[in-house]
């Protein structure tokens, strides 16, 4: 028969395993695994006017974003645009590519994930705030 596990067994458990899991979590964000990064919060900027703020799909912002370091490509709502740099520095990842009239920088937090990305362009921006897994 096996033993009866509590509550409080199972909360060891969990805690074990996700201090376990960390070292591997912060690795999925280090730019050596493709990821998907969803955008929670996004600004929509123009010279004179000012930004409108919402959720991305109310500000014209694709809501999913694809990053393929191994291609070196960002992929939204069908579109793919070469990334020029990436660089790690202080736990953080930055990524910058230029197309067209526009050019973009996103930063994502090494230990958790966290999205922050700029697009330029001609009297008009975008700020996006979102999170990153890896697929």
Known sequence: MLPRLTLRHLGSIAATLCVAAA???????????????????ANDCALGIGCARGIAEDVNVPQFIRIDFSAKTITAAG????????ARADGMLALQGFEGRRAFSITISES???????????????????????L
């Open 23 to 41: 070292p591997a979590v912060a690795a999925d964000f280090d730019g050596s695994k493709p990821l998907i990064c969803a955008a929670i919060d």
């Open 79 to 86: 579109r793919t645009s070469p990334m020029q740099s990436q």
């Open 112 to 134: 958790s994930g966290k999205l922050v990305g700029a697009i330029a362009g001609d009297e008009e921006g975008f700020l996006i705030f979102g999170a990153c897994t890896p």
